[in-house]
């Protein structure tokens, strides 16, 4: 493997008693900084299968000698990062220095500087710097991460969709434990009732991920019960799907009251879309999907509608899911849909205007528009873009945030919510009223996007 420089993450028990002797053992990550010269053919470095000697501020990494093969490659720096200069790294540097403590100390750490942890996950890496940190520290590494950090892994975007799932079902249930017992002896109201609100909240996503009899496995890929709070919950497999569909809820929608409901919703659309592969037959009848119920970021109420405040955190939220779910398929990446409704549709029209990554196909409700002027603005393949409307909602035509995707300047392709029979099954499909009533059982506005998000626009009744 040809390079320049490297970054080696390596712990003080990886080099042996003669390195520990020689540094401040206590709370340390040992961080190696390599040179090679362009000639070097090296394969890939890991800590555990090298020898280091020397540690006078330098010194050469080699293969360790049963190799037969020593090569030296240059010379490396060590540097010591304790705890407290740890607390003050941001982005993938933190990431890596916290991978590379042993475990006891990883746990250590997370106790003792809670609102780091905090502040990394508001403005956390790329979903590319993740994957490149998690897939460069070996498995013993990854589940010393996951055991003792598994709020951080939990909602890291980068991480693979089943590590996230179990990081995030084991802080859960800690959670509830700890929430419990501090609502019987915290001091003072305000923190009794703030522990009481987390704690349902976290009882509310844990009901979310129960799976009824006959429907498929849900998963959890994030949850923050502070706040407003934030969840996702994946119905289906979205390692493997060769469909995936994100639905973005707008106002209102909120993790303690409707997280329930939003993956029901979401498990009604992978049951539509199924059973609509299953019918067209052919290679389809083989294709599998995965819907997440995305509630990732904080939906405006009465008080800042008017705002795009909370519209652009769902933007970078949404840009950093759709990003990792895509980095963690690389090679084989789904077709990717989003679904979004009412303000959540300003949020994912400002993710694909202002981010790089692109979906396959988006399909706006009750949309109050953005800045796009039209589907040429948007990341989106082949400007496959679908607006809809229902009767008595106020909010499409409004264009309060910006242009309106259902005019005709726009671009986008229209799709009924009327409700009508449907051309193909004779069904009677129900119709969506008002601004909130799009994703509903058995309406025209389900059969609609349940077609688009596994690419058979040809069918949408438009």
Do not use: C
Not at 299 to 320: E, V
Not at 412 to 417: G, R
Request: hydrophobic share 45%; aromatic share 6%.
């Amino acid at each position: 493997m040809l390079f320049d420089v490297a970054a080696l993450l390596i712990t003080s028990a990886a080099l042996g008693p003669a390195a520990e002797a020689s540094i401040a053992h206590e709370n340390t990550a040992i961080i190696l900084t390599l040179a090679a010269s362009p000639q070097s053919a090296l394969p890939p470095l890991r800590p555990v299968d090298r020898t280091i000697t020397g540690l006078a501020g330098y010194g050469t990494l080699t293969e360790p000698a049963s190799a037969g093969n020593s090569v030296p490659i240059s010379t490396f720096a060590v540097t010591t990062v304790t705890n407290a200069e740890l607390a003050t790294l941001s982005g993938a540097p933190f990431l890596q220095a916290l991978s590379a403590f042993p475990q006891d100390r990883i746990a250590s750490f997370v106790s003792s500087h809670p609102n780091a942890v905090s502040r990394f996950l508001t403005s956390p890496p790329t979903a590319v710097e993740v994957s490149n940190v998690w897939n460069s520290i070996d498995a013993a590494q990854q589940d010393a991460l996951v055991a003792s950090a598994p709020r951080l892994v939990a909602n890291l975007d980068g991480v693979p969709t089943a590590v996230r799932d179990r990081a995030g079902r084991a802080w859960m249930t800690a959670s509830i434990q700890s929430l419990t017992a501090d609502v019987q002896t915290v001091s003072g109201r305000a923190l009794a009732e703030d522990a009481q609100h987390q704690l349902h909240m976290l009882g509310e996503v844990q009901s979310a991920l129960n799976t009824p009899n006959g429907q498929p496995a849900r998963s959890l890929l994030s949850v923050d019960p502070t706040g407003q709070g934030k969840a996702a919950i994946v119905v289906g497999d979205l390692a493997t799907a060769d469909y995936v569909t994100y639905i973005v809820p707008g106002m209102f929608f909120k993790v303690d009251g409707q997280i329930d409901d939003w993956a029901n919703d979401a498990s009604d659309l992978y049951t539509l879309q199924t059973k609509w592969l299953d019918r067209i037959g052919g290679p389809n009848a083989h294709k599998t999907v995965a819907v997440v119920a995305w509630m990732g970021y904080q939906t405006p109420d009465l008080t800042n509608i008017g705002s795009l405040d909370l519209a652009y955190q769902g933007r970078d939220a949404l840009a950093r899911a759709v990003e990792g779910m895509q980095v963690d398929r690389a090679g084989n990446e789904p077709y990717t849909t989003i679904v979004a409704h009412s303000y959540g549709s300003t949020a994912a029209l400002m993710a694909l205007t202002e981010y790089d990554f692109s979906v396959d196909a988006l399909a706006l409700v009750g949309s109050p528009g953005s800045a796009a002027q039209s589907v040429r603005d948007l990341h989106v393949r082949n400007a496959n873009v679908w607006v809809g409307a229902a009767a008595w909602d106020p909010v499409p035509n409004s264009a309060w945030f910006g242009s309106d995707p259902s005019s005709p300047s726009y671009g986008a392709k229209s799709m009924s919510v009327a409700g009508e029979t449907d051309p193909i099954t004779g069904e009677s499909l129900a119709p969506s009223f008002g601004h909130n009533e799009y994703f509903g059982h058995g309406t025209e506005s389900m059969r609609n996007m349940a077609l688009i998000g596994i690419d058979e626009g040809a069918l949408v009744d438009r």
